[in-house]
């Protein structure tokens, strides 16, 4: 079990010191010096059982016997166990102080650990991976350890309480606030983050038909900042790690921004799937977690025809760049047998009162039905 902790060492110390995080982290016996040896005594623990550390404000979490995760809290003096993994947990990653993935050796046909972790392209291990988050105490399945690696040496922070609005709509959406789950069956048009991103877009502006902007930038704290700070909040941004044209990469929404750096709303961005967060990156946070910055949706600078009556209650207009429908109230002058003051139309009609001309409401047509 410590052969196989010895492997990661390295990894987990070069994490610890790009992340630059508060956590303080060992891979061997040593780090049970840290430990109260009545507290160890109680739990009938030796130093050889202790494999991994970190602290966290005036809790502890430790590895114990290569299986058990306890939270030690400083103030109480206590210990209790919070996580138990059904295979030996070979390394142990900090998360800027939000939490830890551990990483446990794969199981071979059996259900028994191989004697060593198996190493595949990337930073991808062939084994199992969990989640713990240290403010709920709640456990979650790492589908992505490739993007949880990175994530943790960017030290983006959490904004869990953030809130604004853009365009007259709050974020965060009331279905949708950090630390719920994104459900790919809610956008048809896509899944994931970009799916996510799509209807965040979509809710905010009406609309996702808008043409690409792309930029091609390779990430630069100073290429970031330029690009950013002229983009329009609710702007969707797409990045990669792979190339300035690479299909792959990750998709979210821009929500504020200030001299230094930038707030978006985003999922699937930290390896647990579809995890919804609001996160704050400085301009080389942000370079160092995003390599290439591709492409944006920005909110269409609206182009509109005139007026056409849409039925016996309502008129409608078209943006002639994205396909946005605005849709009215017909209305006269005074009540009664007349023409719409807005488009024309002849009927029975209400008068002014009560009308904010031209009364528009928003509306994408291929989500909306006016029948």
Not at 22 to 27: G, H
Not at 84 to 108: F, K, Q, T
Not at 215 to 229: E, M, Y
């Amino acid at each position: 079990m410590k052969k196989l902790f010895r492997i990661f060492v390295c990894i987990g110390l070069v994490l610890a010191a790009l992340a630059q995080s508060f956590y303080a982290v060992s891979k061997d016996a040593s780090s049970a010096s840290q430990l109260p040896k009545e507290m160890m005594k109680e739990l009938e623990l030796t130093e050889a059982d202790i494999s991994g550390l970190c602290v966290r404000d005036e809790q502890t979490f430790f590895v114990a016997e290569g299986k058990t995760v306890f939270c030690y809290n400083q103030a109480s003096r206590t210990a209790v166990p919070v996580f138990e993994s059904d295979a030996p947990i070979d390394y142990y990653v900090p998360y800027a102080g939000r939490g830890v993935m551990l990483g446990a050796a794969p199981l071979d046909e059996s259900g028994q650990p191989y004697e060593t972790p198996v190493y595949k392209e990337g930073l991808t291990w062939n084994g199992q991976y969990t989640y713990y988050e240290f403010a709920t105490g709640e456990t979650y399945p790492v589908e992505n350890p490739d993007r949880f690696l990175l994530s943790a040496t960017v030290n983006a922070v959490s904004k869990p309480n953030f809130k604004t609005t853009i365009n007259g709509k709050a974020i965060p959406h009331s279905k949708y606030p950090p630390g719920s789950f994104f459900n790919n069956d809610d956008w048809a048009g896509g899944d994931e983050c970009h799916g996510f991103a799509l209807l965040i877009f979509n809710y905010l502006f009406g609309t996702t038909n808008v043409p690409e902007t792309w930029h091609r930038v390779t990430s630069t704290a100073s290429s970031i900042k330029s690009v950013c700070q002229n983009l329009p909040l609710g702007s969707l941004i797409r990045t990669s790690n792979e190339s300035v044209t690479s299909g792959d990469g990750h998709s979210m929404i821009l929500v504020g921004k200030d001299a230094n750096g930038i707030t978006v709303y985003h999922a699937n961005a930290h390896g647990v799937y579809n995890r919804v967060d609001i996160d704050y990156y400085t301009w080389s946070e942000f370079a160092s977690g995003y390599k290439y910055f591709r492409y944006t949706y920005q909110p269409c600078t609206h182009s509109y025809t005139a007026w056409t009556s849409y039925s016996s209650t309502q008129h409608k207009r078209t943006c002639s760049k994205c396909g946005n429908v605005q849709y009215g109230s017909h209305y006269g002058t005074t009540a009664g047998l007349g023409r719409c003051v807005v488009c024309k139309y002849y009927g029975t009609l209400p008068g002014p009162v009560g009308i904010t001309p031209p009364n528009v409401v928003d509306c994408c047509p291929e989500h909306f039905d006016h029948s």
